[in-house]
């Protein structure tokens, strides 16, 4: 859709010259987020810095049945943040601001635009941290972790951002501002309204700050490093270990092809010849960490591990996990369209989900790249097509339905950390029962009667 002039002037005034763009190159660097092949064109992209402008704007869209989509840092991959109905594009990367870091109670409130990494180091100045931690967390803002309930490798022993979310102020579409939930670990004063605007994907209101509960950090840390000849060896090993009673802090699996491209970019010493390896980290108090990563030495070596090898040092422990967050850059580099998807089976069904792709691989002649939050059962199969080569696209996506179709099969989902979006849409039917669609439906017309947050996500 093309603007009305006197509706640019309008949103110009609000934010400024400076906080709009217009221009045919800077509305194109708004119409994609870390996908491969998910693009939509916004009309204007405002960069709002406070709660009052982010309302005004509000209420001039829903006069006017603009749609809005929020965005953050853009590094969802689900296409959760391109505008699929043009109109206008709220980026809150300008709302940046740590409001409050409480250390007698552990909370931290924050604007939706603070870096989740620099969040970190603030809270690291008095020995806190937040747990959630996606593998972009150098980009990754709040109140996009905020709208995708993001995850990460820390999620196996800590949880998700539901977890630790205790309030939140919002804007809804209306433009009315409304304070949610509150400061408190327990508080069941009617529905808990912040958890069902977690992980809406920016489809019911706009997130403005979020108050989080966060914890001291561990005294201490120890990575671990299996190497396995066999992918669901590997995955075999991760049910051992938890059913063993050691509750690593993360557990993640990273198959050959993911092992090899990394070392042909930056060598970090990773065992080219394993056909799969799992990182594993323990933390707490020191004593705690050195029987735990005993029990997990041995436990990876009773399961099949061909090599098992703590890190020496906190530095080659950062080498592993650099390894671990370079993994889709990995991934995205090898082919011009990736379909890295975000499956998730409980933990004993793992095994059979990786056997059952390597399968598919097999079948369809396909790259399938397993990566992933092997500690709770979050994989990220990831198949290598071009878009442009029409045969090779079509058993590309088929090939990925069909792993939506066992995760739902193996009492999974189809989705664990990266949203819904655009391209899951028409599996939402499969997933969920009929009557519990319509009750969400119904839902996000209470919040949203003329339909204007970030159209085109979620619901077909």
Not at 414 to 435: D, V
Request: hydrophobic share 40%; charged share 20%; net charge negative.
């Amino acid at each position: 859709m093309n603007l009305p002039k006197d509706i640019y002037r309008e949103l110009r005034t609000i934010v400024g010259t400076k906080g709009i763009l217009t221009t045919p190159s800077e509305l194109a660097a708004y119409s994609f987020d870390a996908t491969t092949d998910c693009h939509g064109l916004p009309d204007v992209v405002l960069f709002p810095t406070s709660q009052k402008q982010v309302s005004a704007i509000m209420q001039i869209a829903n006069r006017e049945c603009i749609p809005v989509t929020v965005r953050g840092a853009g590094t969802n991959v689900s296409g959760g943040s391109v505008p699929a109905s043009g109109g206008i594009v709220l980026c809150t990367t300008r709302m940046n601001r740590i409001v409050e870091i409480n250390r007698a109670n552990f909370t931290v409130t924050a604007e939706p635009g603070v870096v989740l990494n620099d969040l970190n180091i603030a809270l690291s100045r008095d020995g806190l941290f937040f747990p959630p931690d996606p593998q972009s967390f150098l980009a990754a803002t709040i109140g996009g972790c905020a709208a995708e309930n993001s995850g990460g490798p820390c999620a196996v022993k800590y949880g998700v951002f539901k977890h630790y979310l205790l309030g939140m102020t919002v804007v809804l579409a209306s433009g009315d501002i409304l304070r949610l939930g509150g400061n408190t670990i327990k508080n069941v004063t009617g529905y808990d309204l912040p958890q069902l605007l977690c992980g809406s994907e920016g489809t019911l209101a706009v997130i403005t700050d979020v108050t989080l509960r966060v914890l001291p950090i561990p005294p201490c840390r120890q990575t671990v490093l299996a190497a396995f000849d066999d992918v669901v060896i590997a995955g075999k090993g991760v049910q051992k270990i938890l059913a063993s009673g050691t509750l690593p802090a993360k557990i993640e699996i990273m198959d050959n092809w993911v092992i090899r491209r990394i070392e042909e970019a930056m060598p970090l010493g990773l065992p080219l010849e394993a056909e799969a390896i799992l990182l594993l980290e323990l933390d707490g108090i020191e004593e705690a960490v050195l029987k735990e990563t005993e029990q997990v030495v041995d436990l990876c070596t009773n399961a099949g591990a061909r090599m098992v090898r703590p890190a020496t040092d906190m530095d080659e422990a950062n080498k592993f996990w650099l390894a671990r967050r370079s993994g889709f850059s990995a991934i995205f580099s090898h082919a011009p369209t990736v379909m890295a998807e975000d499956v998730t089976v409980p933990i004993d069904k793992m095994p059979e989900l990786i056997s059952r792709i390597r399968a598919m691989e097999r079948q369809n002649d396909l790259t399938i790249v397993i990566i992933g939050h092997a500690g709770d059962g979050n994989l990220h199969p990831s198949i290598l097509t071009d878009k442009n080569d029409t045969e090779h696209y079509l058993v590309a996506q088929k090939a990925m339905h069909q792993i939506f179709a066992h995760a739902i099969e193996l009492g999974g989902a189809i989705s664990g950390e990266h949203g819904i979006g655009t391209e899951k849409r028409k599996f939402l039917k499969k997933a969920m029962q009929p009557e519990a669609i319509d009750l969400l439906k119904k839902i996000k017309q209470v919040f949203d009667p003329k339909g204007i947050l970030n159209p085109g996500k979620i619901w077909e």
